[in-house]
């Protein structure tokens, strides 16, 4: 065997190994779930919700983590989370499982109360109502444009849920800002009382922050499906490239906005650099 195609096989094997270090790091980039905590203070946190845990999932799109879901759950509960919010698309609607979703909501709600807004996933499958049945069902609170008043030694926080905007108008061509905040000045709630809203997408922060909300749970941006060390997210539904609101905390005056990165996979079936995450917040307040 002569020097020169010694030189090109030692190139193909390396190569070979370098392609396949890549794969094997993509994949398990793509299961191994990470837990993102957040610490949120305000004066206008009740004193009685100081410390007061909140876990968040998002985009599942009918992934499963472990059978049946079991390392996603056993996350969660080591989490210690005094509730769980769920901010769309449990489901899928290119490869919809309702089973799995209500299975997973089955199993959350024994580890703390939770509480479910629609993504546009949910608005585009015909299934929509049984999964709204069966989570109901299984004592998941659903908020559709609607809230709810969480109390803690006679002080409270309210909580609100919006349908994500592809429910009243398109998906991509659609004024969803509009959409959005109509739907929020139509929430009659106390404006003395912290608010937590529930929405999907987070490209609509501007409407939430001129609506008064103090903290947004939101999702949808996948954490940019590939995210580049030092930029973040290269692309992201509703904001294209180099999306603003990826993944993480944004500040805008009164209001935070919590953006999860998200959990499974739609259109592009893998994500880069950019583990599934489970989000948990405390509050704090701020004296």
């Known amino acids: 065997m002569t020097v020169k195609k010694k030189r090109k096989i030692a190139v193909l094997i390396i190569f ?10 993509i994949a398990w980039g793509n299961t191994a779930l990470t837990i993102s905590e957040f610490t949120i203070t305000g004066d206008r946190i009740p004193e009685s919700f100081n410390g007061f845990r909140i876990a968040q999932v998002s985009d599942l799109h009918n992934a499963q983590f472990g059978e049946n879901n079991a ?3 056993d996350m969660l509960q080591k989490s ?3 509730i769980i919010v769920i901010t769309g698309d449990l489901v899928d609607s290119y490869d919809t499982d309702i089973e799995t979703s209500l299975q997973f909501a089955k199993d959350a709600v024994k580890i703390a109360p939770c509480y479910y807004v629609p993504g546009n996933h949910e608005a585009r499958i015909s299934e929509y109502s049984k ?3 069966g989570l109901e069902s299984d ?5 559709e444009n609607d809230h709810i008043e969480l109390e803690r030694s006679g002080e409270k926080i309210t909580l609100l849920g919006v349908n994500d905007p592809s429910f009243k108008t398109d998906y991509l061509f659609g004024d969803s800002s509009a959409v959005m905040t109509a ?5 009659s ?3 003395n009382s912290y608010t937590i809203l529930l929405s999907h997408r987070p490209e609509l922060f501007k409407s939430y922050a001129e609506c008064g909300m103090d903290l947004v749970f939101s999702g949808h941006a996948h954490g940019g499906q590939f995210r580049l ?3 973040g997210g290269v692309v992201a539904p509703n904001q294209g490239l180099f999306p603003d609101y990826d993944g993480g905390l944004y500040s805008d005056g009164r209001t935070n906005m919590i953006v999860s990165r998200g959990l499974g996979n739609s259109i592009i079936p893998f994500r880069i650099n950019n583990r599934p995450e489970i989000v948990v917040a405390e509050l704090q307040r701020a004296d």
Not at 16 to 25: E, H, Q, V
Not at 139 to 143: G, H, K, N, Q, S
Not at 183 to 187: A, S
């Open 139 to 143: 004592d998941v609170v659903v908020l």
């Open 183 to 187: 739907e929020l000045n139509e929430l």
């Open 229 to 231: 060390p030092f930029v």
């Open 16 to 25: 070979g190994a370098i392609l396949l270090a890549l794969i094997i790091w």
């Open 131 to 133: 999964l709204k049945a």
């Open 189 to 191: 709630v106390d404006d």
């Open 80 to 82: 210690e989370p005094d």
């Open 71 to 73: 390392k996603l759950l």
